[in-house]
Structure formats: C-alpha cells, structure tokens
C-alpha cells in the first residue's frame, strides 16, 4: 500500500512538472501576467474614479438606494444575467455592489455568481450552437481568433483564469464551445466563479456601506 501511494505521488508529481513545463512553453504564464497587467491599472482608475466620484460629485450608496427602490430586483436580475450570457456587456461590479444595498446582501450575491456561472455555461451552448450558422460562424471565428487559439491550446485553465480574474468569463466559455471543449471540464473550472464573488464582494462591501 505504502508502495503504491509513493509511485501514484510521483506519477502526480511528473504531471504537474510536464504540464508546468508546457504552459511555460506556450506562454500560458506570460498570458496571464500580460492580462492581469492590462486589468490592473484600469481596476485602480475606476476605484480612485468611483471614491472621487462618491466625494465630491454624487453620493453613490445614494445612488444604489433609489436604483433597489426603483427597479425591481426580478428585473435586475433578468439584466444581469442576459449581460453574463451576451459577452459580459455591463460590469458585474455594478450589481455585487447593488447587492450589497438590499436587504439580503449574502443571498443575493449568491444569486448573482450563480447567474453568472450559468450565464458562462450558455455561452459555451452558444458557441456550440454558432458552428452550425455559417455566418455566425465566420464572424466569430474572426472576432475571436485570439481567444479560440488560447482555448486550444490552455483549455480549462483559460477557463479558470476567465472564471477568477476580470476578464469576461462568458467570452472563455464561447470559445470553448466552438471549439468543442469537453462541457464537464467547462462546469469544473467555472465553479471558481464563486470565489471571484466572494473576493470582490468583500471589498466592495468595504466601500458600500
């Protein structure tokens, strides 16, 4: 037994060199660095833009009172979700800090990274789906010849880097449906999705009080 459990540890070991080795090989590495690089400076703007914005223009938990008092939460939502599904068209940010005015803040955040999550799992139907409409499936294939190339070659990590850095997690699921990446490792990687929330929820409670 003890046998067996050295040679299974070192087989573990062996892989996870191998596959060490082949995404520093294809720039896997260097990818992400590039995109939390490009990522960075534009989240440390919005924030110092939002806490500039809070003080001395309009007070935003304000804001976020009248838009839970005026829109209805089945609406916001529906918009969220529909945003989750078509490229990640508004912010997530927006309605993490929405959720944190309402009267459930942890349910309703809740709610929101499992909207989102299912939100990357149509994306991935969708890409599947675009391969049988010739058109659709050449302006994609164009729009996202960069984003097809990465998922070929990085597959379920690009997916959990899509899932947990803000990049648009729906645009990683497309490009694994259209290139038929196997739907199981898609709904493994994306549950990382959850932390995402969590971990952005946290500061942005911090802000919205």
Not at 93 to 119: D, M, V
Not at 142 to 156: I, Q, S
């Amino acid at each position: 037994m003890e046998k067996k459990r050295k040679k299974r540890k070192k087989n573990t070991a062996f892989i996870g060199k191998r596959l060490h080795n082949y995404y520093g090989r294809t720039g896997f590495y260097l990818f992400v660095w590039e995109s939390v690089k490009k990522a960075f400076i534009p989240i440390v703007l919005v924030v110092i833009g939002v806490f500039l914005f809070n003080k001395y223009v309009y007070d935003i938990n304000e804001g976020l009172e009248t838009i839970t008092e005026t829109f209805s939460k089945t609406g916001i939502l529906i918009t969220f979700f529909i945003s989750e599904t078509l490229l990640g068209l508004i912010p997530p940010e927006i309605f993490i800090a929405w959720s944190g005015k309402t009267e459930s803040p942890i349910i309703n955040l809740s709610i929101l990274a499992t909207l989102s999550y299912l939100g990357g799992l149509v994306s991935y139907f969708i890409g599947k789906t675009a391969l049988k409409i010739k058109s659709l499936k050449e302006y994609l294939e164009v729009k996202m010849a960069a984003n097809l190339k990465n998922t070929r070659k990085w597959g379920g990590f690009l997916i959990l880097v899509g899932a947990l850095l803000p990049l648009p997690f729906s645009i990683a699921c497309l490009a694994a449906g259209m290139i038929k990446y196997p739907f199981r490792n898609v709904v493994f990687f994306g549950l990382f999705r959850f932390a995402r929330f969590a971990a952005y929820a946290w500061a942005i409670f911090q802000v919205v009080d």
